[in-house]
Structure formats: C-alpha cells, structure tokens
C-alpha cells in the first residue's frame, strides 16, 4: 500500500461543503481512501437561519471506533484529520485513538500515522464552542504532528492576539511549546495591505529546538466562504504526502484562490445568498489536483 488512507473526523451536512462534505473529495481525487466519522450530521452549515440533525456523543464515537478496532481497520491509517467537533469529551478522545492507530501500526511496522488537527472552534471574533472545548484542545495538540489554526482559532488558543506577522509568530510559538511541530496559521488580515491575507508556516524540531519560518500572502476576496479551511486542511494532507511542508501549504493556498474564485464566478460573491456561497467543490476537480497557481512560500530570517 502506498499509505494514501486517511481517518477523517470532521460534520457531516447534507446541504453544502463543509466539513466531510469539503473534505472528502479533493483527498479522494488524489487517490486517498477517506474513512470518515461524522462527528454530527446536520442539515446544513450553522450560518444558516436554520439548523436540524444529530450530533454524537462520546458512546457513539466510542462505538464506531469499536467497529474499526474489531476489524482491525485501525493500522490502515496513515494519517488522521480532526475538523469539526464541538464536544469537549470526543475532542479529549482523539489523542486516545491516535496513540491507539501509532502502537497499531508500530506492531505490523508501518510507517508512523500523521495526526492533522483543524482545532475548529470559531471565526471572525465569534467563538460557537465552549470554553471546555478550547481547553481540550490545548491538550489535544500536544499530540498532534500538524495544527491548521485560522487567525482567531489561533488567538484563542494562545491568548496572543493574532494581527500581523510577529503576533503570529508568538502565536504559533505556544503551538510548539504545547508539542505541536508543524503549525500553519491559514491566513491573517494586514492593516497596511487589505487586498491580501498573510499566513504563516512554522515549524520547530523537538529534537533540536530550532524553529524555521514561512511566510506569504495571497489575494483577499471580499466577502466570508465557509468550508475554506476544511478544503484547505484536507489539500494539505494531500500535498505534503509528496511535497515538503512549505510547498505543500502553497499548492493548498492555491487550490483555495481557485475555488474561492470559482464560486464568485457561478454567483457566490461576497455578499451573495449563504447557499450561493457554498463552495463549488465538485464544479472544477483539474484545479483541486492541479491549482492554476502557488502561493510562494517564503522563508523568515
Ligand atoms: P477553520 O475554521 O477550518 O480553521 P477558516 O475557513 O476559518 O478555517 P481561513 O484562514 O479563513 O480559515 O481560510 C482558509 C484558507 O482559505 C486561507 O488560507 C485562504 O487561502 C483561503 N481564504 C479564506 N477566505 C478567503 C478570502 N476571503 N479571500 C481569500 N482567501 C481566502
């Protein structure tokens, strides 16, 4: 096997890309298997006016995995990505079942499972978790290998307001001080440039200490996307299971430019109906493979 198998746990909605619905297709166009838990199943996003459906609870979660263990599913997993999850008690479940795939997997020899962890929790000031959840986080990313924070989730977690590059850095300092190795904060707003967001790429090696940085910007689309930061999360899974990390965060910058273009050009512009702003995931699989362009990725001093 090539290792292209990934556990995603992340929503589920019925109506437009969110979540699983965002994530699953652009991982299975690049040959992936996508086994995923749906953390809740809902009619839609929860920007609409209204939302119906089922949310799972801590049992259920544990019966699922109970499933994958009975078959011995687990060691196929070479990577796990968290997304939405919103329940403090399966957050906290999470480093449980990766440390279970890791000693799963070190037992038939297989290569170690890369744990992605989209901590969702927020956007734009507004945090729709509770705070139990943030803490729960702040544990769980001491086990994960990368954290895809947005700007708020970021500040949040680190309380350092995220706001241009050098509080970004701080932020994502906290990341590694809490163990995570490979941080990417998706994308912040600059006072002195408001046609671009900036990101930052930060990596620190536990062995050494020694932390290097990427930065880069990428052109601002007036108006807020949903589903963008799950597409990106499962792009970079896709990238860097070939490219290196600052490569791999440029062709998921990329990937996002296209379908954020995308929808504006099928009526989704920014300040469009919510069902218009549904990203357009399925209209353009060439560019979620092969994105028109890069964002460049360059390295901090
Ligand atoms: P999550 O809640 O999953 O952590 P998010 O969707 O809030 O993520 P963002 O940083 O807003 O995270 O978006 C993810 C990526 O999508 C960014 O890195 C950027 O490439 C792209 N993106 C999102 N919104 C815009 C926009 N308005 N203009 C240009 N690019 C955008």
Redesign the pocket.
């Known amino acids: 096997s090539d290792d292209k198998h990934v556990l995603s746990i992340q929503s589920h909605v019925t109506h437009g890309y969110v979540g699983n619905k965002a994530a699953t297709f652009p991982l299975q166009l690049h040959g992936f298997d996508v086994d995923a838990i749906n953390t809740v199943s809902l009619s839609n996003h929860s920007g609409y006016p209204v939302i119906k459906g089922h949310r799972m609870d801590l049992e259920e979660f544990n019966t699922i995995m109970e499933g994958l263990r009975a078959n011995d599913f687990l060691s196929d997993y070479a990577y796990v990505l968290t997304?939405y999850i919103n329940n403090r008690d399966i957050v906290q479940q999470v480093a449980a079942t990766v440390t279970e795939i890791r000693e799963a997997r070190q037992k038939q020899g297989k290569k170690d499972v890369v744990f992605f962890c989209?901590?969702?929790m927020g956007?734009d000031g507004r945090l729709y978790c509770k705070e139990e959840v943030v803490e729960a986080y702040r544990e769980l990313l001491s086990h994960a290998d990368v954290a895809?924070?947005?700007?708020?989730?970021a500040s949040i977690l680190s309380t350092v307001e995220v706001k241009d590059l050098a509080s970004a850095i701080e932020a994502a300092n906290w990341f590694h001080t809490q163990g995570t190795p490979t941080v990417v904060i998706?994308?912040f707003a600059m006072a002195d440039d408001p046609t671009h967001?900036r990101?930052l790429l930060s990596y620190r090696d536990k062995a050494t200490g020694s932390t290097k940085r990427y930065t880069g910007v990428?052109?601002?689309?007036?108006?807020?996307?949903?589903?963008?930061?799950?597409v990106?999360?499962a792009s970079l899974v896709v990238f860097a299971h070939s490219d290196p990390m600052d490569l791999a965060v440029g062709k998921a910058?990329g990937v996002?430019?296209d379908l954020?273009k995308a929808t504006i050009e099928r009526g989704g512009s920014g300040n469009a109906t919510l069902s218009s702003r549904e990203l357009r995931v399925t209209s353009y699989p060439d560019q979620l493979q092969h994105p028109s362009s890069v964002a460049l990725v360059t390295p901090l001093p």
């Open positions: 997304g989209d901590p969702v956007d895809t924070p947005n700007y708020f989730e998706k994308s967001l990101f990428v052109p601002y689309h007036e108006g807020r996307y949903t589903g963008t930061g799950d990106f999360a910058m996002l430019q954020i």
